[in-house]
């Protein structure tokens, strides 16, 4: 049983945002320290990624673990209607694999980092580093 009310849920949920999120604003600002210049939110590629390096033809998704079902502790699904998040999540995973199929036939080199990822910053600068230089 949920511990919030309807009310209470819908405006936990209508809070949550699509862009500059604190994982993905994490990512950005290595990335910038570290003297890399990208563009946001390309609509022109499939997935919209987060973050884009048109020269190096690569591109960052930056996913939350909950929305994008990972497998570790903040990726667990609720405990009230599993059915209804099982599917939601199901179909965010199957959005996601299609969008970086679409990206590697057009060319582009995709990259997920996962929100439980950004909270070390020295291990996640070393793996993107790798990634754009690689």
Not at 81 to 98: C, P, V
Request: hydrophobic share 35%; proline share 7%; glycine share 6%.
């Amino acid at each position: 049983m949920d511990t919030r009310t309807p009310e209470q849920r819908r405006m936990i949920m209508q809070s949550v945002g699509a862009k500059n999120t604190g994982p993905e604003m994490v990512v950005r600002k290595l990335l910038h320290r570290a003297g890399y210049r990208y563009r946001l939110h390309s609509a022109r590629l499939p997935g919209k990624p987060d973050i884009v390096f048109p020269v190096r033809r690569k591109v960052i998704f930056v996913h939350g673990c909950f929305w994008h079902g990972h497998d570790c502790p903040k990726g667990r699904l609720p405990k009230s209607r599993t059915d209804f998040w099982q599917a939601k999540l199901d179909r965010n995973k199957e959005r996601d694999t299609s969008a970086i199929e679409q990206l590697e036939l057009l060319g582009w080199t995709p990259c997920v980092i996962w929100q439980c990822e950004t909270k070390d910053a020295v291990p996640l600068l070393r793996r993107l580093k790798f990634f754009l230089e690689g």
